[in-house]
């Protein structure tokens, strides 16, 4: 499998400009998460997908930002406008989720990520 | 709100030492903890995942372990080479929840 793939590996934009970042899951799993990696802030979960639909976006920071799952095997992740604030290392991640596994041998995957630069 | 603490932020060590990643987190209701791997400009690549019901986890050099109702976890590297050189990320899945919180981690540095 190629794991997670994510594009673009690097995006520089300018200020105010709509940015969109893309992933795709590993085939089968039905679980999809975004997360930014900032050196203040760690990691942290802006939202996610079970079976295409968000369950939680409460990490999404305003209204600029926004996602999208339209099938089981695509996601994007759109800011608009961008701000500078908003670079940042964007990663994607998915799994497989069942209710017979629930809470056990739940292993996410991640992928390469997105360096945002916002100017 | 749970929260991940991951002491030291740094750590820098001669090839060869066994050493010791330390975890804490405030609610020991979880899931489960995963000890993760990040090379500078790439993704995680997880190491070691211990569900709540275990103690430890091994996985070749490396061992972890969990004291949930302390809420800590180490990671233990036996034997030290250049190529552990990473940082180490620490994350807990909440009861009830399917997220991660990550640790702020651990940038380790092996000196040949």
């Known amino acids: 499998d190629a794991g997670v793939i994510q594009s673009p590996r690097h995006e520089v934009t300018e200020m105010g400009q709509e940015v969109t970042l893309r992933c795709k899951p590993i085939s089968g799993h039905n679980s999809l998460f975004w997360y930014r990696q900032t050196m203040m802030r760690g990691l942290e979960l802006l939202i996610y997908f079970n079976n295409n639909v968000p369950i939680d976006d409460s990490g999404m920071p305003e209204d600029r930002f926004s996602a999208k799952m339209p099938n089981a095997s695509f996601s994007t992740l759109k800011i608009q406008p961008s701000e500078p604030r908003d670079s940042a290392v964007y990663f994607c991640a998915s799994s497989f989720l069942t209710i017979l596994r629930q809470g056990r041998d739940y292993e996410q995957y991640f992928g390469p990520g997105t360096r945002l630069t916002v100017t | 709100k749970q929260e991940v603490t991951q002491i030291p932020a740094a750590l820098s060590v001669p090839e060869g030492e066994n050493l010791v990643l330390n975890c804490s987190f405030t609610d020991s209701a979880i899931y489960n903890l995963q000890w993760f791997r990040q090379d500078p400009g790439k993704g995680l690549t997880s190491l070691l995942l211990?569900?709540?019901?275990?103690r430890e986890q091994t996985s070749g050099r490396l061992n972890a372990s969990l004291d949930k109702s302390s809420g800590r976890s180490t990671l233990y590297i036996a034997a030290s080479q250049p190529g552990d050189s990473a940082t180490y990320l620490c994350?807990?899945?909440?009861?009830?929840?399917?997220?991660?919180?990550f640790g702020q981690g651990t940038r380790l540095t092996i000196n040949p």
């Open positions: 994350a807990v899945r909440p009861q009830g929840a399917q997220k991660l919180v």
């Open positions: 211990i569900q709540s019901s275990q």
